[in-house]
């Protein structure tokens, strides 16, 4: 029902930045609670980012500082600005959207992103 579609991943070198969009359907953005979470190989995917619909944000320690999460909702997408990017940074990143009235999370196929000289 509620489709996410991730674009912006690509290879950067450390120091650089990327945007990643996450386009949405049913209007959600303004309403549901969105994240970006990543999974690099062999680790758990971990929360990145989140947005709440009256603005509020939350970032893990790692990027605090680093990314911004942030909306546009006429467009129904969700940004995840990514500066100063380090090689630890490389997983491949999803977007997330939760159901506050189910908790259900539904979730955008990833895009990869790839921190290396």
């Known amino acids: 029902q509620v489709q996410l579609v991730e674009s912006g991943g690509g290879l950067v070198q450390p120091g650089g930045s990327l945007r990643l969009s996450c386009a949405a359907s049913?209007?959600?953005?303004?309403?549901?609670?969105m994240g970006w979470y990543r999974q690099a190989p062999g680790k758990q995917r971990e929360l990145v980012a989140r947005?709440?619909?009256?603005?509020?944000?939350m970032y893990v320690d790692s990027v605090r500082g680093r990314f911004t999460i942030s909306r546009d909702n006429a467009k129904n997408t969700v940004y995840l600005q990514m500066n100063s990017l380090k090689p630890e940074d490389t997983a491949v990143y999803y977007c997330?959207?939760?159901?506050?009235?189910?908790?259900?999370?539904?979730w955008g196929q990833g895009t990869q992103v790839t921190v290396s000289s």
């Open positions: 997330n959207a939760r159901s506050p009235r189910s908790d259900y999370d539904y």
């Open positions: 049913g209007s959600i953005v303004r309403s549901y609670p």
């Open positions: 947005m709440f619909p009256g603005g509020a944000t």
